[in-house]
């Protein structure tokens, strides 16, 4: 698709921020609602990306308006629905299930897991259930109901961006640390998520199609943490 437009701004209207396309607001994809985010550091994002189109739109240029749209089209629209999803990541969250303790790499998980799930029970009273292997243990009802509750506090938006990393690194752990308003390095975060693919690969040797989608991945866990962050910035 060619450009079709010139001029981007960004302006406040009620309930937030949007950008305007030579003066016409820009709606969703999806349902054609306005696309109004809540802060004007993430509209700002939103509008180099449309800026920063040549003359052909390229679309893996926007790396953030998929993820408006989805808050807007998806979460809004079912808001117990994204929660329950997000639960789902819970109950077989990477960062729980474990080598077993015989195993070299499971020292690694140790080293690197453990004092994160230990920050997130501490930080929601609650406690994960641990697993070695492969078999299915499910988490406490106490456990999923704070998990819950804090996840009803989170807007569209956060939870559009959790989503997003949750689905990417298999971890609603790792979703929840890298939204932290005091994370200082959010790629170390998604580095612990794939600890175990990092680790078969340096036994077993890289393939260079099988990294370059740990690189896209990466970028698309990247793109997400930013936009949580930006949305959140008031």
């Known amino acids: ?28 994809q999806g349902s054609k609602q306005p696309q109004i985010v809540p802060s004007r ?11 920063d189109q040549g003359e052909e739109i390229d679309p893996g240029l926007f790396l953030f308006r ?15 629905a994204a929660i329950d999803k997000l639960i789902g990541y819970a109950e077989t969250d990477t960062l729980c299930y474990r080598a077993d303790p015989e195993d070299a790499l499971y020292r690694h998980q ?3 897991w453990e004092p994160l799930v230990e920050h997130l029970e501490n930080r929601f009273g609650m406690r994960f259930q641990r697993v070695s292997g492969i078999v299915h243990r499910p988490q406490a009802e106490e456990t999923l109901a704070a998990l ?4 009803e506090t989170l807007d569209d938006f956060a939870l559009a961006g959790v989503t997003a990393m949750a689905s990417l690194a298999a971890s609603l752990c790792i979703a929840l640390l890298a939204s932290e308003d005091t994370v200082n390095d959010p790629m170390s ?5 794939n600890l175990e693919e990092e680790w078969q690969a340096d036994r077993w040797g890289r393939d260079e199609e099988a990294e370059a989608v740990r690189k896209r991945r990466a ?16």
């Open 219 to 234: 970028d698309d866990f990247s793109a997400a943490q930013v936009f949580t962050t930006l949305a959140a910035t008031r």
């Open 1 to 28: 698709m060619k450009r079709f437009y010139k001029d981007v701004s960004v302006d406040e209207v009620d309930g937030g921020w949007q950008v305007s396309l030579d003066g016409r607001a820009i709606r969703t």
């Open 148 to 151: 819950r509750h804090h996840l």
């Open 110 to 112: 140790q080293d690197r």
């Open 41 to 51: 550091v993430l509209a700002d994002a939103l509008a180099s990306e449309w800026q």
């Open 189 to 193: 975060l998604w580095r612990d998520a």
């Open 66 to 80: 998929d993820h408006a749209d989805f808050a807007i089209d998806i979460v809004r629209a079912d808001r117990d």
